[in-house]
């Protein structure tokens, strides 16, 4: 749009997810990707929907608010958390993943680190690897993606989740996170993932202090230069919390949409969200805003 002082990103390859019918929709706005945990320990939900049960419920509701892809996870990332085992990483995505793939056509995208849960979860329907790791725990889980044709999004982030937040010294924020994407999307093509199919993100809340995650969204539009399309997950984060005297993840809801609206100004392609209904109209109106 001319005058816009937004930028939009350039068209990508995203909509080839989506049946034809909402290709040019997806095309033209930015994508909400629904968090579903199968966790007992998440931060803003742990344990809300562990069984699978829940979790289908959860994330029927979730389509039906308007998310356009899920993203589901069997392990939680918060600072500070213990790694499951593969075994019981499977158990509580596969059943879920199966009867999802079976009933919708939005594209399911799984958060896991592990290649052989990311080649499961291919056979079972899912689109995207959501890797946090950024190929930094096992990089032959882009191989995983290049063979299935995932589209894979890499997060910057350091060190474990366990450790992470120790671990919070930039000379240059934007810069170093920047040039590890670069490095880590320039590792998944050589493992041969087409440039088309990879997401890179920021890691709002991962190895970042409160100021960085503040810093990463004010300055999200620098990260456009790399090439590929951005997603950013503020949602229900403590750095929000922090700004609004403690508040508790699950009242963290508006200030998650403030975060939202200005990752939608940077020229974000996707946000990962728990509150589905309330950041699909955040989303909508700042995407106008900015012209999209
Ligand atoms: N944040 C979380 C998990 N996965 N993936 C991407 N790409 N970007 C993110 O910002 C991101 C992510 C943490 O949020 P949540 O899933 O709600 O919590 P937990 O890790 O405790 O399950």
């Known amino acids: 749009m001319p005058n816009s002082p937004y930028p939009t990103p350039p068209p990508d390859a995203l909509p080839l997810l989506f049946p034809a019918t909402r290709r040019e929709d997806v095309q033209r706005r930015t994508l909400v990707m629904g968090v579903v945990n199968i966790t007992p320990d998440s931060f803003s939900d742990g344990g809300r929907f562990f069984s699978p049960e829940a979790a289908l419920a959860h994330a029927r509701r979730l389509l039906e608010e308007g998310a356009d892809l899920l993203d589901i996870g069997g392990q939680s990332t918060r600072p500070g958390s213990e790694p499951v085992s593969e075994e019981e990483e499977l158990r509580r995505i596969l059943p879920v993943l199966e009867a999802l793939a079976a009933e919708t056509d939005a594209p399911i995208s799984v958060d896991t680190t592990r290649a052989s849960v990311a080649h499961e979860a291919m056979k079972r329907g899912a689109k995207l690897l959501n890797d946090i790791s950024g190929l930094r725990f096992e990089p032959d889980l882009a191989r995983v993606a290049a063979e299935t044709g995932a589209t894979l999004i890499l997060m910057h982030s350091r060190d474990t989740p366990r450790t992470m937040q120790q671990n919070t010294q930039y000379d240059d924020l934007i ?6 994407l670069t490095a880590q999307a320039e590792l998944a093509r050589c493992m041969g993932v087409l440039p088309e199919r990879i997401v890179v993100d920021p890691g709002i809340g991962f190895a ?11 300055r999200g539009r620098e990260f456009l230069s790399l090439g590929y399309p951005i997603l950013y997950g503020p949602s229900r984060k403590a750095f929000i919390g922090k700004i609004l005297a403690d508040l508790l993840p699950e009242e963290r809801v508006e200030g998650t949409g403030a975060a939202v609206a200005l990752a939608v100004a940077a020229g974000a392609r996707i946000v990962r969200v728990h509150d589905v209904r309330a950041m699909v109209r955040v989303a909508r109106v700042a995407d106008a805003i900015c012209g999209r």
């Open 208 to 218: 970042k202090t409160a100021a960085q995650n503040l810093e990463l969204l004010r």
């Open 175 to 180: 810069g170093e996170i920047a040039a590890c």
